[in-house]
């Protein structure tokens, strides 16, 4: 089966082509740097990139995989839940294809491609869905944080997720803070590499409770309080690193903790870790480290799928085909505020 898929949920607009579980083509196109400006993303600007750019990364997928349209046996992209009008333009645009061609359509959930992400390795990229083991999957990026057990593929259930602030929210808002350029997650992550992570204490939010849920807006304010008490501090620049070392440590220790503990309790065999903040050095090795040491099997999404991108909707949108789901209606709506089922 050959499948085009197309994510715009947010701030990046991508487009990729599967063929039989290979990702043939995976383009994105990232706005950071023009929201960089408002440190923050501004969902007008979005939509007009959106606009701008779906047709050029759309064709640039099929040229990249040497695909023409007619050879595509079904079309897919991410319905929800993402900034409205940033979703209606791919959502609508791959219906309008799948309408014009007449092939098969898929809305996909985004917050479920993120979960299935990390089925997808090698170089070229390909589905290893042959390896795969019951888990848990934390999913961590700047709009979501949540815990999800993976019973069997396509068989799912959310255990807990963030009450507040999400991990990459909370990344950007602290790095906002100490006067770090916007996305302020990979550049916190790059000054805690030479930082002590035992310099300033900060609090672990919601580590003792006995449930699978986050909250980091607690930490993100003390934080805010810490610098309002020790301003000077921003005047040094290892205090700088050692701020953010310890920062991300309290981020890093809640997250991997709440998973492990989750893992034990319900007794898989495997680890997943999704979504942009899954890129975090520190997260990466503390997980590995943990699970090495507990037996658990570690599979992190690819760097490069980390972040958000069309190739994880085309993977779960072909393995959706193949379990004969459900199609989705062309004239569908988009999703919102889908809530992970
Ligand atoms: O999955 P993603 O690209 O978009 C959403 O769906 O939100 O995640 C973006 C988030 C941002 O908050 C960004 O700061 C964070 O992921 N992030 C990181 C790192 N790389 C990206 N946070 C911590 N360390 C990183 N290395
Ligand atoms: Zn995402």
Redesign the pocket.
């Known amino acids: 089966m050959t499948l085009l898929a197309i994510e715009t949920s947010?701030d990046e607009t991508s487009a990729a082509v599967i063929r039989d579980g290979h990702v043939l083509s995976n383009i994105v196109s990232s706005q950071i740097r023009l929201h960089a400006e408002y440190g923050g993303v501004v969902p007008e600007l979005a939509t007009r990139e959106h606009l701008r750019n779906w047709l050029p990364v759309t064709q640039a997928a099929l040229r990249a995989a040497l695909v023409e349209p007619a050879q595509l046996d079904a079309i897919a992209a991410t319905q929800g839940p993402g900034l409205p009008n940033a979703l209606m333009v791919g959502f609508k645009a791959a219906q309008a294809l799948a309408f014009a061609l007449r092939k098969p359509f898929l809305g996909i959930h985004h917050h479920e491609a993120h979960l299935y992400s990390p089925w997808v390795a090698g170089d070229p990229p390909a589905a290893a869905f042959a390896a795969f083991e019951p888990n848990v999957s934390l999913i961590v990026?700047?709009?979501h944080t949540m815990l999800v057990h993976v019973r069997a593929e396509l068989d799912h259930h959310v255990l807990g997720s963030t009450l507040d602030d999400a991990a990459?929210?909370c990344?950007?808002k602290v790095a906002k803070l100490i006067g770090l350029p916007y996305?302020?997650?990979?550049e916190?992550?790059r000054l805690a590499a030479e930082g002590d992570p035992a310099a300033y204490d900060f609090p672990r939010p919601l580590l003792r409770e006995a449930n699978d849920d986050f909250s980091f807006a607690g930490l993100k304010t003390s934080v805010r309080y810490f610098l309002q008490k020790n301003s000077a501090l921003l005047d040094n620049a290892q205090s700088i690193r050692d701020l953010c070392a310890s920062v991300q440590a309290a981020i890093v220790e809640t997250l991997v903790t709440k998973t492990l503990r989750a893992a034990r309790r319900l007794g898989v065999p495997c680890v997943t870790a999704s979504?942009?903040?899954s890129?975090?050095?520190s997260l990466r090795e503390d997980l590995a480290a943990w699970c090495a040491r507990e037996g658990f099997t570690l599979r992190l999404a690819a760097k490069d799928l980390?972040?958000?991108n069309a190739a994880m909707v085309g993977i779960l949108a072909e393995r959706k085909l193949l379990h004969t789901g459900p199609l989705t209606d062309v004239d569908a709506e988009i999703e919102s505020r889908w809530v992970l089922g």
Do not use: K, Q
């Open positions: 947010c990026s700047g709009g990459g929210e990344f950007d996305p302020g997650g990979p916190l992550d979504g942009g903040v890129c975090n050095r980390c972040a958000d």
